[in-house]
């Protein structure tokens, strides 16, 4: 069946600045109108989407799914159960796989694996240079010709300035976004941590917010030389965000996202739950104390890998600066940077750890809690960051529930309470920081081309 008729939800769609108690119908796979009192043609079934939210297909731009060639963290499978469960219709997934999606034939592998084992859709980004290695550049028009939506070297950052600057260039002659993981090697070095109070105290590498920004800053210049379109991925610092907001007022062709972990947690995190929630109300992630108590939360033990991400967790001030950035539009995209590791790559000294959590399954929980929830943002402009915003810096013809457009819906209840559980996850990986945590906001249904692919809520049924 891909066909069906949501009925008595409020339908937020962004793109055409719809916002009202209404029925979606679905024919075929698109949609078909938008109103009240639709009637489902014979045959059709409905779905009572009474007291939930109804918005276009959630989009997560930057994700790894581990294949090829490390599939025991994950795989094209288990990926996509996560970010159907999650809420996503549509998702990329970053080419640092093993051999690194630097070729024709590896895109052209992705999309065969999506297709047949995908429950939703899967759209590739290719490599910046061969190998991920920041040394040559990669085929980028036969990327491009093979189905890439973008070229990043995620994971890594290509440090030599003036292949960055050829890289621009083959972009914008092939009209794709850049996306950029902002680190420079020579200040960040073997940092683990975010350089400040805690990693003092706890004895560990600091590593610079000025690492993420002196590359957030040559992106700029570079996107102003070029007139390439560059994304600067998961920002974490307070001056990453300055530099684009001031760098977006003179029409330069940057944008950037955040990941919930970078503005919900802080770097006190490292040193426990304890010192966490004790840390004089600034390490304190929850909403408020009405939405989440510290006393209902997991505890955690100092130095928890978990908690160790890439660029790291910094201080309330950053936190603080990306909610703002979020608030006022400079960071216009939501994502996870969903990163599953084994449990054994986690349980090592913390040192010697992965960087990198999941996170597709409580991103919109937690973007719920963070801004909607906080009334930082309203409820459409978070939808926007997950729907029309990616769309339009991928140039996908997704993000909206425009008459004929394709059928991606997702379906959530937005005051839904719920508790995160290990035994829960789809993904194949359990590295995340929020298991035990009670959130708020709950994806109910996910719909595909007109198809509900996961469904939560047992009163989500044909009727």
Not at 37 to 49: H, I, R, Y
Request: charge should be negative; hydrophobic fraction near 40%.
């Amino acid at each position: 069946m891909n066909s069906l008729l949501l009925s008595g939800g409020r339908v937020v769609d962004p793109a055409n600045n719809f916002d009202a108690i209404a029925d979606v119908l679905i024919l075929d796979g698109k949609i078909s109108a938008i109103g009240k009192k639709l009637s489902a043609p014979a045959g059709v079934e409905t779905l009572d989407a009474t007291g939930k939210i109804v918005s276009p297909g959630l989009i997560d731009l930057h994700v790894h799914f581990r294949e090829p060639g490390q599939t025991t963290k994950e795989n094209i499978a288990t990926g996509t159960a996560a970010a159907a469960r999650g809420g996503f219709t549509s998702v990329v997934c970053m080419p640092n796989t093993s051999p690194a999606i630097d070729s024709a034939a590896t895109v052209a592998l992705i999309h065969e694996r999506a297709a047949e084992q995908g429950m939703i859709n899967v759209f590739v980004s290719g490599a910046i240079t061969k190998g991920i290695a920041g040394e040559e550049l990669s085929p980028i028009g036969g990327l491009k010709k093979a189905g890439v939506v973008a070229i990043t070297d995620d994971g890594h950052c290509v440090q030599n300035h003036d292949l960055m600057r050829r890289a621009c260039e083959y972009a914008k002659m092939f009209d794709l976004p850049l996306f950029d993981h902002c680190q420079d090697y020579s200040l960040v070095t073997d940092g683990v941590m975010h350089e400040g109070y805690w990693s003092i105290a706890l004895g560990l590498r600091g590593w610079p917010a000025a690492g993420e920004e002196l590359i957030v800053a040559r992106n700029i210049l570079l996107a102003e030389l070029t007139g390439a379109k560059i994304h600067c991925q998961h920002l974490s610092a307070a001056g990453s965000v300055k530099l684009i907001r001031e760098a977006k007022k003179r029409g330069v062709t940057i944008s950037g996202e955040a990941c919930p972990h970078h503005f919900t947690l802080t770097d006190a995190a490292l040193a426990g739950s304890e010192k966490f929630w004790a840390n004089d109300g600034k390490g304190l992630a929850a909403t408020q104390a009405s939405t989440l108590n510290p006393q209902n939360l997991p505890d955690w033990p100092a130095y928890d890998t978990h908690f160790k991400m890439n660029p790291p967790l910094r201080t309330a001030a950053d936190r603080e600066a990306i909610l703002e950035g979020l608030a006022d539009g400079t960071i216009e995209i939501l994502c996870s940077d969903h990163a599953p590791h084994c449990d054994y790559e986690k349980a090592v000294e913390f040192d010697y750890a992965p960087f990198g959590i999941t996170g597709l399954e409580t991103e919109l929980a937690l973007s719920l809690m963070q801004l909607v929830h906080t009334k930082r943002i309203s409820l459409g402009d978070l939808i926007a960051k997950f729907t029309v915003n990616p769309a339009r810096l991928l140039n996908l013809n997704k993000g909206t529930l425009s008459q004929g457009a394709d059928a991606d819906v997702t379906v959530f209840d937005a005051e839904a309470e719920w508790l995160y559980q290990r035994e829960d996850s789809a993904s194949k990986s359990k590295n995340n920081p929020f298991f035990g945590w009670k959130l708020k906001g709950k994806p109910v249904a996910t719909i595909v081309g007109g198809k509900v692919v996961w469904s939560e809520a047992a009163e989500l049924v044909a009727v």
